[in-house]
């Protein structure tokens, strides 16, 4: 209770301010909240932004085409965020929240620069760490603020800096995320629901301990059995053997599974046979990705979840080092904690206990709905990393929770992208304005981003959604992509490449599934 006292206070210690303009420059120094902005510099069209942090490729920023006040700031003396605002008679009265994935440490200037040009003041936040900290998961304060602090109290201190800027409060605020960003986008409705009035959460991976239990387990598997160990290639293989089994299910061969769940392939399938020595897997493989495919099961036997859909391969390789992490310095905190002690259930109950807020699953979301709240969340069939089925398994829940699929459907809607792999890639569309892609403005049927605020702003949601495969800057073929539990039909007449010929159709398929 203190601490959500404290955080209401905060909030409106940083909503307090003068009515009036202040200049760029003007924003420097120290604010409200133990908000600290250490830079603001006005940026000019074509000028390079200088000095940035450093930041992952897929975070770099792109040109930006709007002069901005470029904000760099800390909260608390460890949380690091950067405010890009729109010169006063460009904006477009929004703000931009944008997500970061994997283990955060940095920004996300790629959507940053790709929004600031479209008017929207943007905000992102380093999740209260650097990359360059080792060990940072042993700081129970850089646990929490990863966890869901960070991102909260970073909109917080934008949108009181925004009214400072343009002597006026930001009229709506949205969250745009994808893998991290989408769990932080999640968090945001589910802890914070009056932060935004609009969420687009990619691959959230809703209860993100659980998948990672999985990966770190099957990493530890094909270490201690060289034998069994997968390659990138034999999961290409994997791949490519069930597509080809389950093309044609969604009436056209396109190299795209439109719903896996309707598409039944065993591994068994790609064993080697006497004198066959390609395009095969040899026995002690295949008995691998069987025991991958499958559901994982505790130290008792006992399914832990529900395995991989068909076709979808995993990363090859040993551990990540955010899994090693997790455990050695965020359970244990132990430099030299040996992974190949890791227990299952041991293990997932302590990450539970040690971070509990890094699961999103909650389905307590009634306050998010009750004040207009609309969140879109989009997932990838064939995702290798955060793998669907539990985003689909969450967005079942939250439909039990919040009345039944009619009701949530008026506010949360879920839309799967056949063949794309985490956030962007494989064979599918994969480009249709999430986090990272690239952005159409004002286009509601090409950019999520843009769907979400006309539900919010105009009350028109989301019937579908026209996604982009894009090679060498040119689109190769469309396809829509459709709210959950409806798939994409094809009509027999048109083009199979163009989205114009497919329509969303009722999928008896996912709407059984439980």
């Known amino acids: 209770?203190?601490?959500?006292?404290?955080?209401?206070?905060?909030?409106?210690?940083?909503?307090?301010?003068?009515?009036?303009?202040?200049?760029?420059?003007?924003?420097?120094?120290?604010?409200?909240?133990?908000?600290?902005?250490?830079?603001?510099?006005?940026?000019?069209?074509?000028?390079?932004?200088?000095?940035?942090?450093?930041?992952?490729?897929?975070?770099?920023?792109?040109?930006?085409?709007?002069?901005?006040?470029?904000?760099?700031?800390?909260?608390?003396?460890?949380?690091?965020?950067?405010?890009?605002?729109?010169?006063?008679?460009?904006?477009?009265?929004?703000?931009?929240?944008?997500?970061?994935?994997?283990?955060?440490?940095?920004?996300?200037?790629?959507?940053?620069?790709?929004?600031?040009?479209?008017?929207?003041?943007?905000?992102?936040?380093?999740?209260?760490?650097?990359?360059?900290?080792?060990?940072?998961?042993?700081?129970?304060?850089?646990?929490?603020?990863?966890?869901?602090?960070?991102?909260?109290?970073?909109?917080?201190?934008?949108?009181a800096l925004a009214a400072r800027f343009y002597a006026k409060p930001v009229m709506h605020s949205y969250f745009l995320g994808c893998s991290g960003g989408g769990r932080q986008g999640l968090k945001e409705m589910e802890n914070?629901?009056?932060?935004?009035?609009?969420?687009?959460?990619?691959?959230?991976?809703?209860?993100?301990?659980?998948?990672?239990?999985?990966?770190?387990w099957f990493s530890l598997m094909q270490k201690h059995d060289p034998a069994g160990a997968l390659t990138d290639a034999d999961w290409a293989l994997y791949e490519k053997k069930a597509i080809a089994a389950c093309d044609g299910k969604d009436g056209v061969k396109d190299g795209i599974v439109e719903n896996p769940l309707a598409c039944t392939f065993r591994p068994a399938i790609l064993a080697c046979k006497q004198g066959q020595g390609s395009d095969c897997l040899a026995v002690p493989k295949v008995k691998m990705m069987e025991a991958i495919v499958a559901p994982m099961r505790d130290e008792k036997g006992r399914p832990m979840d529900r395995g991989l859909l068909p076709g979808v391969r995993t990363r090859p390789g040993p551990p990540s080092?955010?899994?090693?992490?997790?455990?050695?310095?965020?359970?244990?905190?132990?430099?030299?904690?040996?992974?190949?002690?890791?227990?299952?259930?041991?293990?997932?109950?302590?990450?539970?206990?040690?971070?509990?807020?890094?699961?999103a699953d909650k389905v307590t979301i009634a306050p998010f709905i009750a004040r207009g709240g609309k969140a879109i969340i989009y997932q990838g069939w064939a995702d290798p990393s955060v793998i669907a089925g539990p985003t689909v398994d969450f967005y079942r829940r939250l439909e039990a929770a919040q009345g039944g699929a009619a009701k949530l459907s008026q506010s949360v809607k879920l839309m799967m992208v056949p063949g794309m792999y985490h956030c962007r890639g494989g064979p599918g569309v994969d480009q249709f304005g999430g986090s990272g892609q690239i952005n159409a403005p004002g286009d509601a049927s090409r950019d999520i981003l843009w769907a979400v605020i006309d539900w919010v702003e105009k009350g028109q949601a989301p019937q579908t959604l026209t996604g982009a495969r894009i090679v060498d800057g040119k689109p190769v073929f469309t396809r829509a992509i459709c709210p959950f539990p409806k798939s994409a039909r094809y009509d027999g007449k048109g083009e199979d490449s163009d989205a114009r010929s497919y329509t969303c159709e009722a999928d008896p398929v996912l709407a059984s599934y439980r």
């Open 192 to 216: 914070y629901p009056g932060d935004y009035d609009g969420i687009v959460a990619g691959a959230p991976g809703p209860y993100m301990p659980l998948i990672s239990v999985r990966m770190m």
């Open 1 to 159: 209770m203190r601490a959500r006292v404290s955080l209401l206070a905060l909030a409106g210690a940083l909503w307090a301010g003068p009515a009036m303009a202040q200049g760029c420059a003007d924003l420097a120094g120290d604010q409200p909240g133990k908000v600290r902005v250490t830079a603001a510099a006005q940026v000019a069209v074509g000028q390079d932004v200088d000095a940035l942090p450093e930041t992952r490729g897929s975070y770099k920023p792109v040109p930006v085409t709007m002069p901005f006040c470029r904000v760099q700031g800390v909260i608390e003396g460890n949380i690091g965020f950067e405010l890009w605002l729109p010169a006063g008679d460009r904006w477009n009265g929004r703000l931009l929240g944008a997500g970061v994935g994997g283990d955060a440490g940095v920004f996300n200037f790629a959507d940053l620069s790709r929004r600031v040009s479209e008017g929207f003041a943007a905000v992102t936040t380093d999740s209260g760490h650097k990359i360059s900290q080792k060990r940072w998961m042993a700081d129970l304060k850089a646990r929490v603020d990863y966890e869901h602090r960070a991102t909260h109290l970073a909109t917080l201190a934008a949108k």
């Open 321 to 359: 080092p955010l899994l090693a992490a997790m455990w050695g310095d965020a359970v244990y905190d132990d430099p030299n904690w040996n992974e190949d002690t890791f227990q299952r259930t041991a293990d997932l109950n302590k990450v539970n206990a040690v971070m509990p807020e890094l699961r």
